[in-house]
DNA sequence: CGGAACTTGTTACCTTTTTCACATAATCGG
DNA sequence: CCGATTATGTGAAAAAGGTAACAAGTTCCG
């Protein structure tokens, strides 16, 4: 049916499809139907079809799918298959932690560099990767050939940060700092706000039984 | 109309509200209005007052909201006026970076105490908090009144020491291991997946043009 | 005191997302 | 080769979520 709007939701689900068939191909399974992978994973059949549906038709009926053939398919959708550079702003404990998270190379994103503002941490090194100026941004994303970056600044700092970034020409920022930031609409920004995820918790605890499943 | 089911949309959103009247408080203001919050932070007025209007009355007509007021019924709706004590299972670099995370105080959560299996770590001290052996988790929970487990071990240890954490009687878990995990309906399990919005993010890369605000 | 100016709480409407149901197509055993 | 079986792709129904519109209540000011 290849819909030519695709929900952030179906492009979420797909990594998770992702993930399933990576463990089935690793098991040695061959095909799998949507049932079978709904059951298993506790999915929904008809949603994993339509999600599919989108991009075209990977599956056989009567057979279900090659599972080796759909994580192809779908690496091929979700641009896995093309290396990115990252830069980290914020050299602080977050951005360190990140620059040695292993989420990154496995999705083909490297590390490239990481930024700061203070002189103590510029020009150290951090899990190999050099920590540059904030202020040679732009300069060092040219030679490293950055194309994503991320905040890990302190919140107050987030949305000079991200506007710098812009300029600079980056178009996917991945933001830590709890706080909603405004950009163009041809910059993609995913903010990871864990002060909403950690006071959703908290009235979790206050009101237990009316939980709500993720 | 005070609802009776309340979707996660809706917390979150409260917690964001919360955000923008802590500022406003800041500057001195005592009132506001659903559409001044919603044209200066960029949100729908209708919406305010409806995700208001699921836990009581608090505006008055032809005034708007008292900040003041409204913040206080904001922070016992979410059950930030009560202290938590804060388990992180993982003692790696996402576990240190947590430890020492301002957004944790900030919520009224504090970081009681860190687990890990490995003998290195156990019985060493991360940002003034003790490392303990992840096979004293229960013992440790109950001397220190953890109320809430932070996961943060790699994703193929996640599932078991999810378990774990709910035996000892953790009702509240934030799992921050790229894989989705399983728990009773009366376990509060919300999972941080970086994966995920890696993936989106390269998406977008690989499409640009299509883009999809958040 | 009374009408103009505001602003809430709520209902009705619209959009998006999920689930259901089934016609359509491939496989397999005999 | 055919009927039984399996499982996809998709249109229709249901559920959830978001937006708009407005009646009802409050304040302000002459
Ligand atoms: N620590 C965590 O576990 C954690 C988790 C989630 C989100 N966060 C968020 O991530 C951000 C960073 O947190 P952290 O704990 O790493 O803080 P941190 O204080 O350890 O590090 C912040 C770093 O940013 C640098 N910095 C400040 N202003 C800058 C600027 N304008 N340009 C470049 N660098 C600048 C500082 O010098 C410091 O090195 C915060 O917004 C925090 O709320 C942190
Ligand atoms: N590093 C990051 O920035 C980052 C970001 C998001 C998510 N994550 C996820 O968080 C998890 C931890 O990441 P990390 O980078 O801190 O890894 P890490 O290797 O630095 O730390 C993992 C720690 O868990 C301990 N551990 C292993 N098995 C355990 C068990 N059964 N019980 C208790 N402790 C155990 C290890 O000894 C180690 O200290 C991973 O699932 C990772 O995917 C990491």
Redesign the pocket.
């Known amino acids: ?1 290849k819909a030519d709007k695709i ?4 492009t979420n689900r797909l990594s998770i499809y992702l993930r399933c068939l990576n463990e089935l191909a690793h098991e040695g399974r061959k095909t ?5 992978l709904a059951k298993r994973f506790h999915l ?4 994993i ?2 999600d ?2 989108c991009f075209g ?9 090659y599972i080796e053939d759909l994580r192809e398919q779908i690496i091929r959708i979700l641009g896995l298959d093309h290396h990115h550079r990252v830069g980290i702003v914020g050299a602080g404990r977050l951005g360190a932690a990140l620059t040695d998270y292993y989420g990154f190379r496995q999705t083909n994103f490297e590390v490239a560099a990481l930024f700061d503002a203070d002189p103590e941490k510029i020009g150290s090194v951090v899990s190999d990767v050099k920590v540059f100026d904030v202020k040679d941004f732009s300069k060092v994303r040219k030679n490293e050939g950055i194309d994503v970056a991320v905040i890990a600044v302190p919140a107050e700092y987030a949305q000079k940060v991200l506007e710098m970034i812009v300029d600079a020409g980056v178009k996917a920022v991945m933001n830590f700092a709890p706080t909603p930031l405004l950009a163009d609409d041809d910059v993609k920004l995913k903010t990871i706000d864990l002060t909403i995820s950690l006071e959703s918790l908290s009235y979790f605890l206050a009101r237990p039984g009316k939980n709500g499943r993720e």
Chains 1, 2 share one sequence.
């Open positions: 049916m929900s952030e939701l179906t799998v139907s949507s049932d079978r929904n059949s008809a949603q079809r339509k599919l549906a038709e990977f599956g056989v009926r009567g057979v279900g799918y």
